[in-house]
């Protein structure tokens, strides 16, 4: 039912009008107002929909009262009627933004047509707004890029979602060129191949690196021919980075355990003749002392033997290491107080932390901090953790462990103060045998992140070069509702 308001002086046609619009049913709910100061006020306190205006009120001309009441009842419109026909009068009203322009010798239907032409009108635009609100929000609000190009691939649109990613305001990305801008390099021709088979065929769907080859983008590109000048190919994009750094992980995870086997055979057959040599060091090393020589060439000859003792040390780290990392063996499920668990992990460590200059600081949160798991691999993963951070800080500096509960996980956080990872390497640090120290066997965050898999939990790490490293491990706690 439309909201009618009715503004005339003559208090008869006020309400011969108001019985005709009302009629036996009711069809428009109508208000009157007698002059132009009382319409104005109910326009701003109720609003309306048709308002129909005497062009001549005691306080106002009805033409000059189209624009305050339109602003006070948006998308409304005004239907003016006089009691005398003039065509400038006319034209005047028309041109002041009114529907129409009836003469007071209209009969009731002529009238109801008018107001109902005006009503329709007034509800396709509140349609259209809604839509376009809506429309709106979804482009502001979804967490999927959302970009526009016209014919010359110059940007159109760009989302909210789009300045996230690429850190450029909306306003300082239109008119920029889109390929050139945030495609990286490899993927430009393909995606201008995309674009240009979207506007001939309408759709096209590509997958492209956007802001750096590293992030992937899945974008559905789909051709508007009417819209903005010659057109624009609009682009849905969807981030699947993460997507494909899982499925390259899977990959990894299968072709790990393929060579798993064969490699775990290997690894003990090599145990073996280590130990032998371990041993035949030992008997050597006997033998020098009672060797009739001088005790520099003795000295020398256990320098040389220290040398190949450490270095079959590092053999043996590595051999334990790589078991650990191939061994197939499931993960047990038990209930593991997490804080509790770091904490042991901190004593074990801290005379060696001492020695460097590293104080060590515990903020264990204990309520709550239960996780579903297996102790004895959570253990590793923090002790691996820890290490790096002590080996980072070579100066000394602080070692931060922080245990905290949400209800879907316990969170594990090993911060440090040392000199941080470079940038280039980062992607690479959880990758098997990645390394940067003379002797790492840079098997440990391979082992973290294992582990931290087979929990299905999450692992990140952050670093900022000269200020430290911080690496968040998450374990679920097996009560949330998800625990992804
Ligand atoms: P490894 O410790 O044997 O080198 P990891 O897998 O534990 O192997 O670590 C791989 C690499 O990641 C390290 O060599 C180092 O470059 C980097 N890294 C790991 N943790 C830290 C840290 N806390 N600070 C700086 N660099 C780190
Ligand atoms: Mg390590």
Known sequence: MGKVLIVDDNADLVSSLKAVLEGPTARFDVVTASHGAEALKIAARQGF???????????????????????????????????????????????????????????PEELISTVEQALTKVQLKREREELERRYRALVELTDVLVVGLDDRDCVGLFNPKASAVTKVAADQALGRRFLESWIPLEDQSRMKDAIALARATGGREVETGFTDARRRVRWHLSWAPEDVGRGMVYGIGIDVTERRALERRAGEAEAMSAMGTLAMNLAHEIRNPLNAAVLQLNLMNRQVDKLDAEPEIRAALHKRAEIVGDEIGRLNRLLTEFLELAKPRGIAREPVHVAALVGSVLDLELDTARERGISVKRELATDGCVAIGDREKLKQVVINLVVNAIEAMKNGGTLTAKVTSQPEHVTIAICDTGPGIEPQFLPSVFDPFFTTKEAGTGLGLSIVRKIVDQHSGEVRIESERGKGTRVVVAIPTGRGATTT
């Open 49 to 107: 929909d048709v308002a129909i205006v005497d062009v001549k009120l005691p306080d106002a001309s009805g033409v000059d009262l189209i624009q305050p009441l339109r602003e006070r009842a948006p998308l409304s419109e005004v239907v003016l009627i006089t009691g005398f026909a003039s065509v400038d009068a006319a034209i005047a009203a028309l041109r002041s933004g009114a529907f129409a322009f009836v003469l007071k010798s209209f009969r």
